[in-house]
C-alpha cells in the first residue's frame, strides 16, 4: 500500500492540478485498486508523497522535507479551509499517500476522510503541540447546527495553533521527526531543514516578542478568532467580532458591546481577512469610527496574500498589529 514510489516512468508536475485530477480520476477508475499501479504513474517521481491538509501544514511539509518530498494541498489557495468538502479524487488521493499531515479540529471533512484512509504515516499536528480552549468571546460555533453536548469539550479547543510561531515549531520538530521515521535514508537532511526552520521560527517570535512589547493599547479586534494563541504568546487581547469560523455574523448585541469597549481600551482598528468577506468588519469600523486592516490567519496563500510564504505574511501581520496597537 504505501509504497515508496522509486520508479519515475513519466515526469508529472505534482503540484499541476490537472495532472493531479488526471491521476486520481485514473485511480478512482481502477476501482479501488490501491498499491501497486501508482507507481507507474510516477507520480512524486521517487519522492515521498505527502499529502497536507491546508496550508500551514503543506508549508512545513515542504520546508522540511525539501527535495525529498512532493507535496500536495487538500485545501486549493483561496479557498477557505474550515468549510472544506473533500471530492471523491481527494479521497483516492488519500489513500494513495505515503504519508498525510493534517490538523485535526480544523476541518471536520478531512478528519474524516483521513480517519478512512489506510495510509500508515498520519501526522496529527493537533498532537505534536497543545491545544487550548482560549474561549473566544462569542462562543464556539462549530458547523451549521451541530448540537452535540458529548463532543462539545473536543470542539471547543482552538485549532489555531500555527499562528503563534513556538506552537508551530512545536509541530515542525514533530513533522521532522515523523519524515525521519518514514525515511530513513534522508533522515541527516529532514534533521537539517527541521533545525533550519526552528531557527528561523525562534527569531520570528524574538521579532514579535520585541515589536509588541511597548504598546498604546493591547486589545485588537479581527472578525476571524484565529489570533488566540498569538494574543496569548505577546500579552495580547484579542475581541473576535464573530467566533472561531470566520463567517459568522454577531449579534447586534455584540456589536454595541464592541463599540464601547473600543472606547474603553483605545481601540483603533478592526482587522479582517483576505479569504473571507470583509463586511462585517468594515460596518463595524464604520459604526464605531475606527480603521480596518488585514491580519491574515494564514489559512491560505493567494495573489492577495501579504507576502508569498509563512513568514513573509506573518512579518506583515506584525507590522500590521504594531501599527494598529501602537507601538512605542
Ligand atoms: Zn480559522
Known amino acids: 500500500m504505501n509504497v515508496r514510489r522509486r520508479l519515475a516512468a513519466s515526469r508529472i508536475n505534482t503540484a499541476g492540478t490537472a495532472a493531479l485530477a488526471a491521476t486520481a480520476l485514473a485511480i478512482g477508475t481502477l476501482s479501488a485498486c490501491s498499491s501497486d499501479s501508482n507507481a507507474a504513474e510516477g507520480e512524486g517521481g521517487g519522492k515521498l508523497d505527502v499529502v497536507a491538509s491546508f496550508y500551514p501544514m503543506q508549508f512545513l511539509a515542504e520546508q522540511i522535507g525539501g527535495d525529498h518530498v512532493s507535496v500536495t494541498s487538500l485545501t486549493e489557495p483561496g479557498q477557505e479551509p474550515h468549510d472544506l468538502e473533500i471530492s471523491a479524487q481527494q479521497t483516492a488521493k488519500l489513500q494513495e499517500a505515503d504519508a498525510i499531515l493534517y490538523l485535526k479540529g480544523l476541518q471536520p471533512s478531512v478528519d474524516e476522510a483521513v480517519g478512512q484512509s489506510e495510509v500508515k504515516t498520519k501526522v496529527d499536528a493537533a498532537t505534536l503541540t497543545k491545544l487550548e480552549d482560549l474561549g473566544t468571546e462569542d ?164 495573489d492577495k496574500s501579504k507576502g508569498d510564504d509563512y513568514f513573509q505574511v506573518m512579518q506583515a501581520n506584525l507590522t500590521a498589529l504594531e501599527k494598529a496597537l501602537g507601538t512605542k
Open 139 to 302: 462562543g464556539h460555533e462549530h458547523g451549521e447546527g451541530e448540537e452535540e453536548p458529548a463532543g462539545e469539550e473536543e470542539s471547543a479547543l482552538d485549532p489555531h495553533v500555527w499562528l503563534d510561531p513556538v506552537k508551530y515549531a512545536e509541530i515542525a520538530e514533530g513533522v521532522g521527526k515523523a519524515l525521519e521515521k518514514q525515511d530513513p535514508d534522508n533522515a541527516a537532511d529532514y534533521k537539517k531543514n527541521t533545525a533550519d526552520l526552528v531557527k528561523k521560527l525562534d527569531d520570528l517570535d524574538t521579532a514579535y516578542e520585541d515589536g509588541l512589547k511597548n504598546t498604546k493599547t493591547k486589545v485588537f479586534f479581527t472578525n476571524h478568532a484565529a489570533f488566540g494563541y498569538l494574543a496569548q504568546r505577546y500579552g495580547l487581547t484579542m475581541e473576535a467580532i464573530a467566533g472561531l469560523e470566520p463567517d459568522s455574523e454577531p449579534s447586534a448585541a455584540r456589536v454595541k458591546e464592541l463599540q464601547e469597549e473600543a472606547k474603553a481600551d483605545g481601540v483603533t482598528t478592526v482587522f479582517y481577512e483576505t479569504l473571507v468577506s470583509d463586511q462585517t468588519a468594515k460596518t463595524l469600523a464604520a459604526d464605531a469610527g475606527l480603521k480596518t486592516d488585514v491580519l491574515d490567519p494564514l489559512e491560505g496563500i493567494t
